[in-house]
Structures are given as C-alpha cells and as structure tokens.
C-alpha cells in the first residue's frame, strides 16, 4: 500500500442508527466495511430534540394502534420511548459488531438530528445512514438527515434502504480527478468482496479521453483479478447514472462527489434503490 493509499485509509466508520429498517440495513452494511476494511465502528444515537420540545407542547397529540381517539403526547414517555430505542440500537450494534469481530463503540447525545450527525461525521473517514428514518410510503425517498449528509457531510456517505444490502456488480463513476481515483480503489475494494465484478462508467466526451480515462483504471485495477467492464457515458446527469444503474441492475453506485451538481445528486438520490457510496 503506497503512502498515499494509507493516508486515505477508512479507518472510523461512523453509523447513524435509529431503530428504522433502513437504518439495520445500513448497520449491517457498515460492519461488513468495518471488517474488511479492519475499520472500527462508532454507532450513534441522536434523541431528537424536536420530538422532545412537540411532546412538551399542551397541544401535541398521539394515535394509538388500535386506538382511535387521541392522546396527550406526553414528554416523559418520549423520553422513556427514546431511551428504550437507544437500547435498542446498542444491542444491534453489539450483535453486528461481535459477530464479525469488529472493534465498536456507541454514545447517546441529543439534539437536532442532522446538525449532530454531521458534528460527529467530522472524526470519520465514513458515515453510513439509512435514506430514511419511517417512510409512509413504499417508494422510498431521502430523509433529511439523509439529505443534509448528502450534501454536507466533511467524509465519504454510504446510503441504503431497507431489504437492500451491498452485492454485485460494484458501478462506479471515474473521470480522472483525485476523487474519483480514491472512488475507483474502494469500488475494487468492493468488487473484490462481491464476487469481482466491477463496471466502470467513463465519463468523457470525447473517444480520445475515454480511451485515456480507460488506460488509466486499466493500470490501476491490473493485479487485482477483477471482472472489469466498461461503459462510457458523453456526461454524468442524472437521468444517465440512473439510466445506467437500471440497466446493470447494480448492486451499488460508488459515486465522485464532485461528479454531479447538488440538485441532481438530490435527484439521483431519490430515484435509485441500490445502495449510493459517495465518495469525498
């Protein structure tokens, strides 16, 4: 492993965990990371604050299953609800950690969600979230924690949704800046771990610079027994990555943050199911 290499080594992957499914999910996934990668892995818990401040409130009210009528919303149930849930994510985190033998810490804070998970991924070399907390429908869109990580977050982003986890093939975006090479050595990471398969997505309009773009992963990937396939794209919008992502059924978009502008990431985002790592 060169220096450089080791300099941008993932050693503390941070998960932000509630008790959502989509939020299992993306435990699973980071302490998977965490044992390849021989990573250590910080879970969190944020009470919500506001939830705390609307439960306070002489107006707020509650539906019960199978209850029809109201009820107060009361502060002290909520606190007793967040702190039961909070036991909760510690022992999944446990579970998932000392099953693969992965060092594991956890902590409790509270206050605004986003703002404290954003805090905390600025000692992390990656924050995995599930996309949403509870959505009521099936389509499943980003939360704003999700949303504000996307957009915010100083480290790489792993994002995924319930009944997903990571499998192949591995697509990833590279077009030749020092982010998309970091984005091409953990895509072969993950190829490696899933079976070999990766696709590349050239992104170059011209035949000349894909063809340079190529030789360059070509020489990057050589030695690693991967299943390398190639694709070029004349630009990365997108409604061409989630063109692409369809048709290579992809088991998971590692993605250049800087290939795409904040409005069509959001839109990437929102449309794709396969798990999104987004790489800084």
């Excluded at 992957?13 to 044992?35: G, R």
Aim: net charge positive; with cysteine; aromatic share 2%.
């Amino acid at each position: 492993m060169s220096k450089r290499d080791e300099q941008q080594r993932i050693r503390r992957i941070l998960i932000a965990l509630d008790t959502s499914h989509h939020s299992l999910a993306a435990l699973e996934a980071a302490a998977e990371l965490a044992a390849s990668l021989e990573a250590e892995l910080h879970g969190l818990f944020v009470e919500d604050a506001n939830l705390l401040r609307l439960a306070g409130l002489p107006v707020a009210r509650e539906m019960r299953f199978p209850f029809a009528a109201p009820a107060r919303l009361d502060r002290a149930r909520m606190e007793r609800a967040l702190r039961a849930q909070a036991t909760q994510a510690r022992q999944a985190l446990a579970a998932a950690s000392e099953r693969r033998h992965v060092e594991w810490s956890f902590r409790v804070v509270r206050g605004d969600v986003a703002p404290e998970v954003l805090a905390a991924a600025l000692e992390a070399d990656l924050l995995t979230l599930g996309k949403a907390s509870r959505p009521l429908i099936r389509r499943v869109h980003l939360g704003s924690t999700a949303r504000a990580a996307a957009e915010e977050a100083p480290c790489c982003v792993l994002m995924l949704q319930r009944d997903v986890g990571i499998r192949s093939p591995v697509v990833v975006t590279y077009d030749g800046t020092a982010t998309a090479r970091k984005a091409l050595r953990l895509a072969a990471h993950l190829a490696h771990e899933q079976a070999g398969n990766l696709t590349v997505l050239i992104v170059a309009d011209v035949p000349d610079a894909a063809q340079r773009l190529r030789a360059e992963v070509s020489d990057s990937l050589r030695g690693r027994g991967l299943i390398v396939r190639y694709r070029q794209l004349p630009d990365a919008s997108a409604a061409t990555l989630t063109h692409e992502v369809r048709s290579e059924d992809s088991g998971v978009l590692v993605l250049s943050g800087t290939i795409l502008a904040r409005e069509a990431l959001q839109t990437l985002l929102d449309t794709v199911d396969c798990p999104v790592l987004l790489v800084r």
